[in-house]
């Protein structure tokens, strides 16, 4: 379990219409700048349906699932790519529950919404979801690998 929590993933976090409406891309970008992630990918972004029913394609079955597509694809989303140690998990610590009502103060659904309908953001769930969702939303060319530079005390 420790060597798991130290592997270096990569994870897909997204601003949903709601959270561009609002204004509020920069501040959910800066929680996982702040917190320490690497950022990889990013863009603003209209998608279609059917790109939509790709990336939800497990909830196909779901009550809720038209309406889901419809919130999605109702205007741009900000793209993102987030790596780091164990970030699949934390990114979700940090979005928090799917229920903005349920989310803890200080996460991001927990401080800016409360609709579950319009709760803001989106997280991959596992690191084999992480990669299959970027390569859904980005091309090649649109995800940069690279390395900050480290201060020398911190060596
Ligand atoms: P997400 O994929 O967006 O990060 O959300 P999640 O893992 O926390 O939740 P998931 O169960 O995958 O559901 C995806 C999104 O569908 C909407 N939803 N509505 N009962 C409902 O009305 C209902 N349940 C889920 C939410 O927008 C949720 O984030």
Redesign the pocket.
């Known amino acids: 379990l420790v060597a798991a929590m130290e592997e270096v993933e990569e994870t897909y976090v997204?601003v949903?219409p709601d959270g561009v409406q609002r204004g509020l891309v920069g501040e959910i970008i800066s929680r996982f700048e702040k917190k320490g992630f690497l950022l990889k990918g990013l863009k603003l972004f209209q998608c279609s349906k059917e790109l939509a029913e790709e990336?939800?394609k497990?909830?196909k079955g779901?009550?809720?699932?038209p309406?889901?597509i419809d919130?999605?694809t109702s205007g741009p989303v900000v793209c993102m790519a987030w790596e780091g140690v164990g970030v699949v998990a934390s990114a979700?610590k940090l979005?928090g529950?799917?229920?903005p009502l349920q989310a803890e103060p200080g996460t991001i659904?927990g401080d800016l919404s409360v609709q579950?309908?319009?709760?803001v953001?989106?997280?991959?769930?596992s690191p084999e979801n992480g990669k299959r969702e970027i390569a859904l939303w980005f091309k090649e060319g649109e995800i940069c690998s690279w390395v900050p530079v480290q201060a020398p005390w911190l060596r």
């Open positions: 997204m949903k990336h939800y497990d909830l779901k009550t809720f699932f309406k889901l919130y999605i979700r979005i529950a799917t229920n659904r579950m309908g319009r709760n953001v989106h997280g991959s769930d």
